[in-house]
């Protein structure tokens, strides 16, 4: 039970030096790689630049104790940092005292929502967001982050967090335009994208191994920061109008306690619980992803006390609100990191660099950290996406793109309800009318299939009705029309059968649909009978009165139906009919 809770104790006691070396070389990688995207997070998200630094220390720290996951890198991630400044926007200036304040307060509601949700193990809920609804999400975020970055890049200043609002400020300021910034943001955007694309290949024919030329790609934030630190320092660039960094103030984290406001509080309620759910599918997806490589398991719900902890950790050290980040978690897998070892090693790296060199950053342009987060956040636009959802399913390609358009149009919160508002509508609309079949004998076999698309053996006075899925209050009536339509256009037929293979639930209005089904059956005399009924479904059946008062029987299976049915004195019946298309294939 207590290896349950802090899952550290299933892996330090066995912790060796080959493990510790592995550690050590990952986490001095992920020190230097995601210095910048701290950084660049930080202010995406209206916040200081130090915000980004600090929170990539002591929640680091807790997540080595209550995470699950041996290789996710927890801290400041895109979508979140957009989030939080969508979220705090309307309530205070950003980057005042008031604005950090509230962010903190976004931090500690987020961590509280993830902790009681991991106690209650209540990791199921994150399964209402669908991937459509994610990937909708994902790109409309990725556009939106995109454009808020543009106007850093172009040394003009935009507002808004919907892409009417951001593309009508950019170009009412465009003649604004600031052309040392542009040769910075656009130069530093070319190299990223020339690196991301070219890098790997060409080291790898220089000969070197290519985990290292992978890794010496993933460096090249690193490489544009320095380069265009130098530079701006050199040329005094920030007296020419280029935005710098600036003063970042040095030391450890301070201890902070978020504001108890409670206003505020009833105001931030809603954008932490999206924060929380959306942080965490995205940590969760990302550590299972990574944990099936090495045949390893994560658990959601311990998942949910780690990113939880995590949070109200980085409340109270003056971070932001945090998430296992894709990028410095692929960079930590490929590094080698083999323990939650690696990201103590990185949190230790960062708060030497927060510590003593953050005079280092203070030449370090704006725009370098805006063409930073355009390359990595545009690795999650994924426009195929729309093409692949609408040839395969209508209704998912409608949650996606309401999704999308809503967040794009409306802000991220709208997007994220709208989504699972219109997927959790549209499966109630699909399962409200299940999808049934008439089924019949595949001559010769044992085997039952739809008569629309099979040339099979049937019987007039016989209904094999086979229900695609479970019955409940939304599809109980529609069951009751089927049966009854059915009825009345086949006069002859003496038996139904329901075939019940698919459906794993029957709730109270669904019976009592049955106990009406049967009772007007038995008046126009018609027996019906249930064959393949699941084991749960059949242990709640028998504590109804259903059973008793059915007027047929319950057949372990439709063939064992169809033979008893066809013949139930044990004299030939008569020749089955055969109907239906050509065979083809099942």
């Known amino acids: 039970m207590l290896k349950r809770y802090l899952p550290i104790l299933s892996w330090l006691p066995h912790y060796q030096r080959t493990l510790f070396s592995h550690d050590l070389l990952a986490g001095l990688i992920v020190t230097a790689m995601v210095i910048p995207q701290s950084l660049?997070?930080?202010?995406?998200?209206?916040?200081?630049?130090?915000?980004?630094?600090?929170?990539?220390?002591?929640?680091?720290?807790v997540y080595a104790v209550f995470g699950s996951s041996r290789t996710l890198a927890v801290g400041p991630v895109a979508i979140l940092a957009l989030m939080t400044a969508a979220a705090l926007s309307g309530i205070a200036e950003p980057g005042s005292a008031e604005y950090v304040e509230a962010a903190l307060l976004l931090a500690l509601l987020s961590g509280a929502m993830l902790t009681v949700m991991g106690l209650l193990r209540l990791g199921f809920?994150?399964?209402?967001?669908?991937?459509?609804v994610i990937s909708g999400f994902l790109t409309a975020s990725g556009l939106l982050i995109a454009a808020s970055q543009a106007a850093?890049?172009?040394?003009?200043?935009s507002a808004g967090f919907t892409l009417p609002a951001l593309l009508g400020s950019l170009f009412a300021n465009l003649p604004e335009l600031h052309l040392p910034t542009l040769a910075i943001g656009a130069g530093t955007l070319l190299f990223l994208i020339v690196t991301r694309r070219y890098a790997t290949p060409f080291l790898t024919r220089l000969g070197l191994p290519d985990k290292l030329a992978r890794l010496m790609t993933r460096a090249g934030p690193v490489f544009a920061v320095v380069l265009t630190t130098l530079i701006a320092w050199y040329f005094a660039l920030a007296k020419s109008g280029v935005a710098v960094v600036g003063e970042v103030p040095s030391g450890l984290p301070p201890l902070t306690l978020p504001p108890f406001d409670l206003p505020l509080w009833r105001e931030l309620w809603v954008p932490a619980l999206l924060i929380s759910v959306v942080g965490f599918v995205e940590s969760v997806s990302m550590g299972q992803m990574l944990a099936a490589k090495r045949r390893e398991r994560i658990s959601p719900d311990q998942e949910l006390l780690g990113l939880g902890t995590s949070n109200l950790a980085a409340a109270f050290t003056g971070g932001m609100p945090v998430t296992g980040g894709l990028s410095r978690t692929v960079i930590n897998f490929d590094a080698g990191a083999r323990t939650p070892a690696a990201g103590v090693f990185a949190a230790v790296g960062i708060a030497i660099v927060t510590l003593f060199f953050t005079h280092l950053i203070h030449h370090l342009p704006i725009a370098t950290l805006a063409a930073i987060i355009t390359v990595s956040i545009l690795t999650l636009v994924d426009l195929e996406a729309l093409r692949h959802t609408w040839r395969y399913s209508r209704s998912d390609f409608?949650?996606?793109?309401?999704?999308?358009?809503?967040?794009?149009?409306?802000?991220?919160?709208a997007g994220i309800l709208a989504g699972v508002g219109l997927s959790i509508a549209l499966f109630l609309y699909?399962?409200?009318?299940?999808?049934?079949?008439?089924?019949?004998?595949?001559p010769g076999t044992e085997h039952f299939r739809n008569t629309a698309r099979h040339r099979v053996e049937s019987d007039k006075h016989i209904a094999l009705l086979r229900i695609?899925?479970?019955l409940y209050f939304a599809n109980a009536r529609y069951l009751e029309d089927t049966l009854y339509d059915l009825i009345a256009s086949r006069p002859d037929i003496d038996h139904v059968v329901l075939i019940c293979s698919a459906v794993n639930?029957?709730?109270?209005?669904?019976?009592?649909?049955l106990k009406a089904i049967n009772s007007r059956l038995k008046d126009s005399e018609v027996t019906l009978h249930l064959a393949e009924v699941k084991g749960p479904v059949m242990?709640?059946?028998?504590?109804?009165?259903?059973?008793?008062?059915l007027t047929g029987r319950v057949f372990l299976s439709t063939y064992s139906a169809w033979r008893e049915l066809r013949n139930p004195t044990g004299t030939r019946s008569d020749p089955p009919s055969i109907s239906g298309p050509p065979p083809i294939h099942d």
Do not use: K, Q
């Not at 660049?40 to 720290?61: E, H, M, N, T, W």
């Not at 850093?152 to 200043?157: E, P």
């Not at 639930?505 to 649909?513: G, K, Q, T, V, Y």
């Not at 059946?541 to 008062?549: G, N």
């Open 152 to 157: 850093h890049l172009l040394g003009i200043d």
């Open 430 to 442: 699909r399962t409200s009318r299940p999808h049934s079949a008439l089924v019949g004998r595949v």
């Open 398 to 413: 409608a949650a996606l793109l309401a999704t999308l358009l809503f967040t794009l149009v409306e802000g991220v919160e």
């Open 125 to 132: 809920f994150a399964n209402f967001l669908s991937h459509p």
């Open 539 to 549: 242990d709640r059946l028998t504590r109804s009165d259903l059973i008793e008062a």
């Open 40 to 61: 660049a997070y930080a202010l995406l998200a209206g916040l200081p630049a130090v915000v980004g630094l600090y929170a990539s220390i002591l929640p680091l720290f």
């Open 468 to 470: 695609d899925e479970s």
């Open 505 to 513: 639930l029957i709730d109270a209005s669904a019976l009592e649909s």
